[in-house]
């Protein structure tokens, strides 16, 4: 089994709103990760947790707040959002940062739009 | 710092034909690996493939074939007997073996793939 789910699925917050994204594997993956993407663009790397550490910041804003409660969880906390973050919302995990299997399962995502 | 290369921002096959899908990338790390994902219209990306550095032997899954150049710094996807769910975007990272970003993916601007009947 290799699912992410993610929840919600869609959502629509004004600027002055306090949201938060979910991120839920049971793969016994140890890291997971948050990535944005715009429309026809690549994902951008946000943050990633190893063994529920915060290990890579690629210097987002903090008005995007994430949280690893436990191994199997990864919330992404939003705040006073802009417009411009509105995108989709990707949360990816893999076995473990640094050892082998490498690659990263990526759940179905979150479609953010910010007004 | 790593950069990975798509240039072909769309390409077309008919059904049931082989399509390559170009990837170029460019790093100083002796260790990388690299991945090829598919991201349909709905949003989820799906991996499918992946390489790494040392690997003698060219990655293959199913229809999918990874054709690693090591040499040339490619590492092209090939698709064959192209199916209409193959019509996707897809995208070749490249993944980070070093210092504090260890294990982030770089993507490639991406290919939007059309399978014709």
């Known amino acids: 089994d290799t699912e992410v789910t993610q929840t919600p699925k869609h959502l629509v917050m004004g600027m002055t709103n306090k949201k938060s994204l979910k991120c ?3 793969m016994g993956h140890r890291a997971m990760y948050w990535y944005k993407q715009k429309a026809k663009k690549p994902p951008e790397l946000m943050f990633v947790y190893s063994y529920e550490k915060l290990s890579i910041n690629e210097s987002v804003p903090s008005r995007f707040s994430p949280e690893c409660p436990n191994s199997s969880l990864l919330n992404l906390h939003l705040h006073a959002l802009q417009p411009e973050d509105s995108a989709l919302y990707l949360c990816a995990s893999s076995q473990d940062r640094i050892a082998a299997p490498y690659e990263q399962y990526f759940g179905p995502g979150t479609r953010l739009t910010v007004t | 710092a790593q950069k990975i290369t798509q240039t072909q921002p769309g390409m077309f096959v008919q059904e049931k034909e082989a399509v390559t899908l170009d990837c170029t990338y460019d790093t100083s790390d002796p260790s990388y690996g690299l991945f090829w994902y598919k991201q349909p219209s709905s949003g989820e990306m799906i991996f499918l493939i992946y390489q790494g550095s040392y690997d003698q032997q060219n990655a293959t899954e199913g229809r999918y074939s990874l054709n690693f150049q090591k040499a040339r710094k490619s590492a092209n996807l090939v698709i064959s007997a192209s199916q209409l769910g193959d019509s996707a975007m897809y995208f ?15 993507f490639g601007q991406g290919t939007i793939l059309t399978v014709h009947p």
């Open chain 1, 24 to 26: 839920e594997q049971h």
């Open chain 2, 92 to 106: 070749c990272a490249m993944r980070d073996a070093g210092g504090t970003s260890y294990g982030k993916l770089t």
